[in-house]
């Protein structure tokens, strides 16, 4: 017996042994792809430019408003390369010039110059400018050759060399502190031209000698009505300037109307610096009224008038300039056809249709690229740029080679919903939904329940057959909203995305298709957004329902958008309008009669009202009224203030906090998740007594920061209150450290991430609460009955990075170990064992810290790289990590949003309840067989020698 | 109790490491932080070059970066691999070569005032050691990144030196070889044996949890989950 009491300790070694190494998430190499995937983006598109140069090429550059710089491919639509500066106006893209190979760009309010080697994605050089806020620049030319550029400031202009961006010259703008220097021109004369205003009075033209900066001629021009040049002027033909004067009166004089209230703009072309623009120019006279006008010997004539007309734009190919322009056809369509720009005339069998989605916004911009044929005669396709930040690449007759959905890049908020049961499915849960037939119709259900799925799994069968026989490229994975069903596994889910534009998506989490998408109009520039799930799949005869909160970060006010969240579409449910600013929202437990969770919304006269607000849900509220709880924070206060409901749905203020706002202020206020459930009350200690865990639900996190920045004297605190009570269980103080701080609040702990100005590091602590060695009330917790305490431990760490966002992840029931995923600013997403932030972590190992598995204390973290859940999928600006528990305990899906999308699944403590995908089925049959046979041969024998014992 | 005890004395140790460090502050009086509060303060660049020994620059610079003190400055490869990073105030950084492919070990790079440069290695725990690093920047990648776990692959040997394969055939052999080697008949070598197995069996204070285990196996008879080390274990039992 003795020899099996130490084998099973023996056993028990190994185990713990096997237990503290393979505690890792890691990916292995095959599995690249297969559950993951990620979308890259680049913004809303500010500069485009299709590289030309070329006649093959097939490069299309890209400058958005995030200041991203990024050049695309023009036949899939995907990255060749991209390049993430600082957020902010400090990486502000101002400009963007190509030529040749080289794309120059002003960042910064012309605080930079840099230039990008187009073919490779590398740097040619960065120049820093002289301080001053840029006005414009431009290419100059000279002889046929283009080795210059030019820019403007405020009070200088300068000149660079396009090689290495040296400067040639810099010199003053005369009189700059009248005139406002708005626009630089070459026309390929070896002159740099400098076109200045003083509003209201005249115009100043200063013209530079390229060779040497020489102020060669200064010309000012007699116009009162002029106020800026970038809107109404534009040079043409061989350097006349163009204006636009507002009065109307010349325009009329050449037989033209302005829409009313529409400011007419100009847009000349030209097609090679080193050339003077073209003598044809478009002139917009109304939001569908273009013209198309030019210049010859001092006259000017119309050559074409475009009504209705949406865009037009200019595009050059070889010798040939065309104008490209959108006319409406209907209602959802779009016609674009070309025009040679000398003559005016349309060109043959250039139609193009553009179908306007009715989900999308209206057409914005325009790119177009342009291109001769082997016939010499002008083809083209269009990038369209509409509101909603969509790029659709068209080719002709009117196919689609690509949509990008540059929303995508600004996820502002996310949820994940469960995808419906199929038909069959539901029929099988609704049998157990009802019980009032009699056993002969019971048995009748069940038996046609059975029959669909087997005709459901039969044809199944028929599908994998027929697709079975097609070659692999054939086979579409034909994902569409009407055959989504849930998997096993719940594992497949419906991402329901919000962005900052006001573009809903809904993604199908495991190809990452867009299976719908839904823009909101008239969504404020700087609104908030909250989105609740307020009715699940799960019950079926209603459809699942979403809940938007738009709210104005000015105003308070909000409205709401009923969605469902499978399709996309607006619900039949009308929201309730909502004529005061709100302060907060809840979403409660309670259901209404149709199973929608009661959002309870709280405007700023402090009244509740409920949506929805039926009879029962009234009346469900007056019942439980007294057990509602809410809290307010206003940080420019500095007051945290909670709330009771009373039956007449209005409130009755309970406790409040007030953190002096001259010290310090809030930065953030953290609760739990209320999916989140904590299947251990307690851990088991090393002597085995059983510690357990405060698990108060009411419980917030408040994370202030102080005003005072200076290094020796900043801090931050953390302040942990019961949200129903206002009693504040614990307060912590980190001297010498500033934020930004990262927190993250589940079960019984708190992580937060800060910088540690004394030592110039960033720094992990983690604060645990546990209520001891006994509990109080072990069946219901309530804030309200809780006398003790809790014990607090603490632990801080040195982390070797800072990091962009973080959050834990979750799963079903709580089982599985939880990890911190880690956004990275470099792109990697850390997936950080919650092990090693552990208040007990031992400095001196003891045998019962031993027993119970606590690695001992080393102040610094480690980053792996084998812990980067995203191998090399980097995702660029993490902001956010969303993660959901799925049907197996053991996986948790995340999904990290930023400049980029990516989604995958982890398995924190391994994938313990479903066989790995790498489980070798032909070792495990190999060795049965070999077993079976070894057993019938040796029974065999063991016969024999039976036999031949009995013999002897 | 024990982790304040030991956040306590890592205050203290910080704490100590501090003096250290303000000796070499002194001489920089606006490190690191005052960044927002200077900001007409000179600027300076920060310069250097990432080397990949064998891979041309041309395959890897435009997927890679320069990190100061996370994203709080950034700058990018020139095509050549060297780079710039503009408008540093002066203080105290972390400079980092990020590419998704390899892998670069993070400088330290202190900038004092008056624009002067050093470069040091990182030491998150003893921050004010200085162990020079050139400068400009010679940052030399230490090979690609490793992401990915290795499987595990199947072989005859790799089954046999399985520790729990070693563990059923080594019982199994002494189950077999012992009763030929001594006779298990003898009365007095039984004495011996139970002697011995008595001496090992000596630690009173651990059993419940492998008593546990024994019980768990030999109860659940016939049942698959057992597996075959409690089948040897039972044979052992059933010998003796």
Request: hydrophobic share 40%; net charge neutral; proline share 5%.
């Amino acid at each position: 017996k003795s020899k099996a009491v130490a084998m099973a300790k023996l056993i028990l070694l190994l185990l713990n042994w096997i237990f503290l190494c393979c505690n890792v998430a890691a990916v292995f190499e095959d599995q690249v792809g297969k559950f993951d995937w990620r979308q890259q983006y680049v913004g809303k598109v500010r500069f485009s430019h299709f590289d030309s140069h070329m006649q093959s090429s097939k490069k299309v550059l890209l400058a958005s408003e995030s200041n991203v710089f990024a050049a695309l491919n023009t036949r899939t639509g995907e990255l060749f390369w991209r390049h993430v500066d600082k957020t902010g106006p400090e990486g502000n893209i101002d400009a963007l010039l190509q030529h040749g190979q080289d794309a120059v760009l002003v960042i910064g309010n012309g605080h930079l110059l840099r230039s990008w080697d187009i073919g490779v994605g590398g740097m040619n050089w960065e120049m820093v400018l002289d301080p001053g806020s840029f006005r414009s620049a431009c290419l100059v030319g000279h002889q046929g050759a283009v080795k210059h550029l030019a820019v403007l400031k405020k009070t200088v202009i300068s000149l660079h060399y396009l090689s290495n961006g040296h400067q040639k010259w810099v010199e003053n703008l005369p009189e700059s502190e009248t005139v406002d220097f708005q626009a630089v021109y070459s026309g390929g004369n070896g002159e740099v031209y400098a076109l200045g205003v003083v509003p209201n009075s005249h115009l100043a033209i200063v013209v530079y000698s390229l060779e040497d900066g020489e102020i060669t001629k200064q010309v000012s021009v007699e116009a009162p009505w002029l106020s800026s040049i970038p809107a109404s002027c534009s040079v043409i033909s061989r350097g006349l300037l163009t204006c636009l004067e507002m009065t109307q009166i010349p325009l009329q004089t050449l037989g033209l109307d302005v829409d009313p209230g529409f400011r007419p703009s100009l847009v000349s072309h030209q097609p090679n610096p080193a050339h003077p623009p073209l003598s044809e120019f478009l002139l917009q006279l109304g939001p569908e009224h273009h013209l198309l006008l030019q210049h010859n010997d001092g006259q000017i004539v119309t050559l074409r008038d475009y009504k209705p007309a949406l865009l037009a734009s200019f595009a050059t190919a070889g010798e040939k300039t065309v104008v490209a322009v959108m006319a409406p056809k209907n209602k959802t369509a779009c016609s674009i056809n070309l025009f040679s720009a000398e003559t005016g005339r349309r060109l043959l069998e250039t139609t193009l249709i553009f179908t306007v989605d009715p989900n999308g916004g209206k057409p914005e911009k325009l790119h177009v690229q342009a291109f001769l044929k082997k016939d010499d005669s002008v083809g083209y396709r269009v990038m369209v740029q509409t509101e909603d930040h969509t790029l659709t690449f068209i080719q002709q007759p009117g196919r689609v080679m690509w949509t990008r959905e540059e929303a995508l890049s600004d996820v502002v908020t996310m949820e994940m919903v469960d995808l419906p049961l199929t038909g069959a499915q539901a029929e099988l849960e609704g049998e157990f939904g009802k019980k009032a037939d009699g056993l002969m119709s019971m048995v009748m259900k069940r038996l046609s329940s059975q029959l669909i799925m087997l005709q459901a799994w039969i044809a199944h069968l028929w599908k994998l057959f027929y697709d079975a026989r097609k070659p692999r490229s054939q086979v579409k994975n034909d994902v569409s909203i009407e055959n989504l069903s849930r998997d096993e596994f719940n594992l497949q889910k419906m991402m329901v995305l919000v962005t900052a534009s006001g573009k809903l998506f809904g993604i199908d989490s495991k190809t990452g298709d867009i299976l719908w998408k839904h823009y909101l109009e008239n969504i404020p520039l700087n609104a908030a957004f909250k989105l609740m799930v307020q009715r699940t799949t799960a019950h079926f005869p209603h459809p699942p329902q979403c809940t938007l909160l738009i709210k104005d970060k000015d105003t308070g006010l909000a409205t709401l958008h009923v969605f469902n969240p499978i399709f996309g579409r607006r619900s039949q449910v009308t929201p309730p309008a909502l004529p005061q600013p709100i302060l907060q929202s809840l979403l409660l437990p309670l259901m209404d009669q149709d199973y929608a969770k009661v959002l309870l919304l709280v405007d700023d006269q402090y009244k509740v009202s409920a949506f929805p607000s039926t009879k029962n849900v009234l009346q469900q509220l007056q019942e439980t009224a007294s057990s509602i709880f809410f809290y307010l924070a206003d940080s420019g206060q500095g007051r945290l203030s909670g709330y009771r409901l009373r039956t007449d749905l209005s409130t009755e203020q309970v406790w409040e906090v007030v953190i002096p706002t001259e010290t310090q202020k809030i930065v953030s206020i953290k609760g739990k998740r209320s999916n989140e459930h904590v299947h251990s009350q307690g851990r088991v200690m090393g002597d085995r007594s059983v510690l357990y865990k405060y698990l108060n639900p009411n419980l917030l996190a408040v994370v202030t920061e102080s005003t005072d920045l200076h290094q020796e004297r900043s801090f931050i605190g953390i302040l942990l209150i019961d949200g129903v009570t206002g009693r504040i269980i614990h307060e912590a103080v980190q001297r010498k450290a500033r934020g930004p701080v990262h927190v993250v609040h589940s079960e019984n702990w708190v992580v937060y991430e800060y910088w540690s100005t004394k030592s110039r590091r960033n720094e992990f602590s983690v604060i645990e609460l546990y209520e001891g060695m006994d509990l109080y009330n072990s069946t219901v917790f309530s804030s309200l009955d809780r006398p003790h305490a809790p014990q607090v431990l603490q632990q801080s760490y040195i982390f070797p990075s800072s990091i962009s966002t973080m959050e834990a992840t979750l799963t079903e029931k709580g089982i599985t170990s939880r990890h911190l995923l880690v956004g990275l600013p470099s792109g990697g997403i850390l997936s950080l064992p919650k092990m090693f932030l552990d208040p007990r972590r031992p400095e001196v190992i003891s045998e019962q810290s031993r027993e119970e598995n606590l690695i001992p204390y080393a102040p610094e973290l480690i980053i792996r790289t084998e812990w980067f859940i995203n191998y090399n999928q980097t995702v660029s600006r993490v902001r956010g990590i969303y993660t959901a528990p799925s049907g197996l305990e053991s996986t948790c899906l995340v999904v990290a949003y930023g400049l980029d999308i990516y989604h995958t699944r982890v398995y924190p403590s391994k994938q313990f309840d479903v066989l790995k995908d790498d489980y070798d089925y032909m070792l495990i049959s190999s060795v049965l067989f070999a077993l079976f046979f070894a057993t019938m041969i040796s029974k065999r024998l063991a016969e024999v020698k039976l036999l031949n014992r009995a013999w002897r | 109790m024990l982790s304040r005890g030991s956040l306590s004395r890592l205050w203290l140790f910080v704490h100590a490491t501090f003096v250290v460090v303000s000796c070499f502050t002194d001489m920089e009086p606006g490190s690191g932080v005052g960044v927002s509060s200077q900001p007409n303060g000179d600027r300076f660049k920060i310069e250097g070059r990432a080397i990949v020994p064998g891979v041309k620059t041309h395959d890897w610079v435009s997927s890679a970066r320069v990190l100061v003190e996370g994203e709080e400055h950034v700058g990018f490869l020139r095509t050549d691999g060297s780079f710039a990073v503009n408008d540093v105030p002066s203080g105290s950084y972390v400079v980092e070569v990020v590419t998704p492919t390899y892998r670069f070990e993070p400088v330290r790079v202190d900038i004092t005032s008056k624009g002067k440069m050093r470069a040091r290695l990182v030491n998150y725990i003893k921050t004010s050691e200085v162990i020079r690093q050139p400068y400009p920047l010679q940052i030399r990648s230490v090979g690609p990144h490793s992401y990915f776990m290795k499987r595990e692959t199947w072989g005859w040997t790799d089954f046999l030196m399985n520790p729990m394969v070693m563990m059923m055939v080594l019982p199994l052999l002494i189950i077999v070889l012992l009763p030929k080697v001594v006779n298990t008949n003898d009365p007095e070598m039984r004495k011996e044996m139970e002697q011995s197995m008595n001496m090992l069996n000596s630690n009173p204070e651990l059993p419940d949890v492998s008593e546990l285990m024994t019980k768990l196996f030999s109860g659940s008879k016939g049942s698959s989950k057992a597996g075959s080390s409690s089948k040897s274990s039972r044979t052992v039992t059933k010998r003796r």
